[in-house]
């Protein structure tokens, strides 16, 4: 564990501009929250059985708001470390466009309702993951893991790996192996997928202090790190298939997507970007991890609607 480090200054000053839909919009990373809501929708679209179109829609529709309020409290408490951050400095609280009390209020009014809706709308133990995944980001990730610790992805990636199993007890009520194992998933993507991106904004990392893996253990371990996980990835990945949850679609699916993912982890662990090559091995990787999760959970889907 390192120690934790020293803000970089005071909480930023008092808004001067007032702020708009948008900017609390772009508290809830819509991005980010884009992957979390379709890995969401696609855990309830593949789990046994069947669920409203109104309460599935309402149970996807928590999923989003329990993201964004988490969005907005990692915003507001790292509104100093984001005024730092080359990446993150456009944000709204860094740009002063609101007040930082009104980012955690928003926050915490968008938690709030969304744990109170899946719980009285959908159902209770999908409440309480929901509540829990918030809790995860909020807090273990956002306030104890990242300033404290390189683990922090490793570890922190839990957070974002409970919307597939958030979606698939909306529908049946409880939890088996196969959410279990869509968690792993995306628990084990996270690490080469926040690294590969971690390689190339490293000196924003290291200017504000935060003790991301690059940045404390150095690029060789962390590059050598993505291969072990890229390479464990494609074992878990194969798993769901393995016990029999999933059909062929998905089987073969995993088995292309995850050797693709490998295969670009090698030039990221080994440095073999040509001189010429337009986009940085790491660069290509990240771009891919996207692509990779919205196709495997795609696939997911598929095998479901097709073989049932």
């Given at each position: 564990?390192?120690?934790?480090?020293?803000?970089?200054?005071?909480?930023?000053?008092?808004?001067?501009?007032?702020?708009?839909?948008?900017?609390?919009?772009?508290?809830?990373?819509?991005?980010?929250?884009?992957?979390?809501?379709?890995?969401?929708?696609?855990?309830?679209?593949?789990?046994?059985?069947?669920?409203?179109?109104?309460?599935?829609?309402?149970?996807?529709?928590?999923?989003?708001?329990?993201?964004?309020?988490?969005?907005?409290?990692?915003?507001?408490?790292?509104?100093?470390?984001?005024?730092?951050?080359?990446?993150?400095?456009?944000?709204?609280?860094?740009?002063?466009?609101?007040?930082?009390?009104?980012?955690?209020?928003?926050?915490?009014?968008?938690?709030?309702?969304?744990?109170?809706?899946?719980?009285?709308?959908?159902?209770?133990?999908?409440?309480?993951?929901?509540?829990?995944?918030?809790?995860?980001?909020?807090?273990?990730?956002?306030?104890?893991?990242?300033?404290?610790?390189?683990?922090?992805?490793?570890?922190?990636?839990?957070?974002?790996?409970?919307?597939?199993?958030?979606?698939?007890?909306?529908?049946?009520?409880?939890?088996?192996?196969?959410?279990?194992l869509l968690f792993a998933i995306i628990f084990v993507w996270t690490p080469p997928h926040f690294w590969a991106l971690a390689?190339?904004?490293?000196?924003?990392?290291?200017?504000?202090?935060?003790?991301?893996?690059?940045?404390?253990?150095?690029?060789?371990?962390?590059?050598?790190?993505?291969?072990?996980?890229?390479?464990?990835?494609?074992?878990?990945?194969?798993?769901?298939?393995?016990?029999?949850?999933?059909?062929?679609?998905?089987?073969?699916?995993?088995?292309?997507?995850?050797?693709?993912?490998?295969?670009?982890?090698?030039?990221?662990?080994?440095?073999?970007?040509?001189?010429?090559?337009?986009?940085?091995?790491?660069?290509r990787l990240f771009a891919w991890s996207v692509i990779y999760l919205f196709a495997l959970f795609t696939a997911l889907v598929?095998?479901?609607?097709?073989?049932?």
């Open positions: 564990m390192t120690q934790a480090p020293t803000p970089l200054a005071a909480a930023p000053a008092a808004a001067t501009m007032p702020a708009e839909w948008r900017d609390f919009y772009a508290l809830t990373k819509p991005r980010v929250m884009s992957l979390v809501v379709f890995t969401g929708l696609c855990g309830l679209l593949a789990a046994p059985g069947s669920i409203h179109p109104i309460i599935g829609f309402t149970a996807v529709l928590c999923i989003a708001l329990g993201a964004g309020g988490a969005a907005a409290l990692n915003q507001w408490w790292e509104a100093d470390l984001d005024a730092g951050m080359k990446r993150t400095a456009q944000r709204p609280l860094p740009l002063k466009k609101m007040r930082r009390e009104d980012a955690r209020d928003f926050g915490l009014l968008l938690s709030g309702a969304s744990i109170m809706v899946m719980g009285l709308a959908v159902h209770w133990l999908a409440a309480i993951i929901l509540a829990i995944s918030i809790f995860y980001y909020a807090v273990v990730y956002t306030i104890w893991l990242k300033p404290r610790t390189p683990q922090n992805i490793v570890i922190g990636g839990g957070a974002g790996a409970f919307p597939p199993l958030i979606g698939w007890v909306a529908v049946t009520g409880d939890i088996t192996a196969m959410p279990l390689l190339f904004v490293q000196t924003d990392y290291a200017r504000v202090g935060i003790p991301m893996m690059p940045v404390v253990a150095g690029e060789k371990s962390t590059r050598r790190q993505i291969l072990a996980y890229s390479v464990l990835l494609l074992a878990v990945s194969l798993l769901p298939w393995a016990i029999g949850g999933t059909g062929a679609i998905y089987g073969v699916s995993a088995l292309v997507l995850s050797a693709l993912f490998l295969a670009l982890s090698l030039p990221v662990a080994f440095r073999m970007a040509a001189p010429d090559d337009a986009m940085k091995p790491e660069k598929a095998d479901r609607m097709i073989l049932t």
